[in-house]
């Protein structure tokens, strides 16, 4: 299977995911999802409804990037609605230099070009470097903190707002994405 075949099955996974995540979440009559040991209970007022761990989760960020992948532990969780969402993704790694090497892979795919994603870029925050991609209709941001690999996927209008929770740091020190929508007022959101 070719470059282009590999990263378009990749993509279809990763949509198909998100979609019956939300729709199993949002369809539902049971209570938000609980925080797990990695994800939160919220973001940006964003409730966790449907979560994924271990091997299961793993696998599934096995298939996206079509690769066996060894973390220690992986968390997928989905926040909010079919309509304003997002799909945070945690992997913990054996070590730091692990989670670095799998980063780094990250980054070499990305810059090989995947399509359906665009706008490659990266800042630093914190002394963190943080990456951003467009595809599938959001705005990734994906970073390294010592073990962890984390990959946040969310609505254009609130994706800043929601990285800058989770880096604990002020909206206006993440950059917009060039061509984005703007991110709505507060008390605009539905």
Not at 142 to 152: A, H, M, Q, R, S
Not at 181 to 188: F, L
Request: with cysteine.
């Amino acid at each position: 299977m070719d470059m282009d075949t590999r990263v378009l099955a990749r993509l279809r996974d990763f949509a198909a995911l998100c979609v019956i995540a939300l729709a199993a979440g949002a369809c539902s009559d049971r209570p938000a999802a609980n925080a797990t040991k990695m994800l939160p209970a919220q973001l940006h007022g964003l409730q966790l409804v449907e979560t994924q761990s271990g091997e299961e989760a793993a696998g599934v960020v096995g298939r996206l990037h079509k690769q066996n992948l060894a973390p220690r532990e992986t968390e997928i969780g989905v926040y909010g609605s079919e309509s304003m969402g997002a799909v945070l993704y945690v992997s913990a790694f054996q070590t730091a230099d692990e989670a670095a090497a799998q980063f780094e892979s990250m980054l070499t795919a990305i810059g090989e070009g995947v399509p359906g994603y665009g706008h490659h870029t990266h800042f630093d925050v914190s002394g963190r470097d943080v990456h951003i991609v467009f595809g599938d209709g959001r705005i990734n941001y994906f970073y390294t903190e010592g073990d962890k690999v984390t990959w946040l996927g969310a609505e254009p209008v609130i994706a800043r707002a929601i990285i800058a929770e989770l880096l604990a740091v002020e909206t206006n020190l993440i950059p917009e994405l060039p061509g984005m929508p703007r991110a709505q007022e507060e008390g605009e959101r539905s």
